[in-house]
């Protein structure tokens, strides 16, 4: 009787800690999915996916920030980007002026699809213009290579957590 009962005090005690178990997994699994934005002083930092891969991206909306974009940066974090937010969709132009590395640089339209991608943008091109073949409503300035490297093409999609 009392091996019995403790094989049953065991079973329960099995029981209590699978389950503890399988919510603390649930719930820290459910915290890792949450999309934080990191805090900065200079511009907004929004999440954007491309081909279901996320990005960081300063967003540059106001005519200074568009203006001036990577400009003078040394460099740019992996996985992280400019985001440029136009008023109208038109074929704005993007140039190097003070750029310190090589971009690709990503035009995508108002229904959030790649219409151009121009890769390998030199810093030394400058004061060339570089301009989508179609109209954008916005702009991504990624490293250079970051289109090759995640296959993104021209019709691609493109999810903006910007609103």
Do not use: C, H
Request: proline share 4%.
């Amino acid at each position: 009787m009392k091996n019995q009962l403790s094989k049953k005090k065991i079973i329960e005690l099995i029981l209590i800690i699978i389950i503890i178990g399988t919510f603390s997994i649930v719930f820290l699994e459910r915290e890792n999915l949450r999309f934080e934005y990191p805090k900065t002083e200079e511009m907004p930092i929004r999440g954007i996916y491309i081909n279901d891969i996320p990005m960081w991206v300063n967003v540059a909306i106001s005519a200074k920030e568009i203006n001036t974009g990577l400009s003078g940066r040394i460099t740019l974090e992996a996985g992280q980007g400019m985001l440029f937010i136009f008023d109208k969709p038109d074929f704005y132009g993007m140039w190097m002026k003070d750029m310190n590395f090589p971009i690709d640089i990503i035009w995508i339209d108002e229904k959030l699809k790649i219409v151009d991608i121009k890769t390998q943008v030199s810093q030394k091109s400058y004061p060339e213009i570089f301009r989508p073949a179609q109209k954008a409503l916005y702009a991504i300035e990624v490293n250079a290579s970051f289109s090759e490297l995640n296959n993104i093409k021209i019709g691609d999609k493109v999810i903006l957590q910007i609103f």
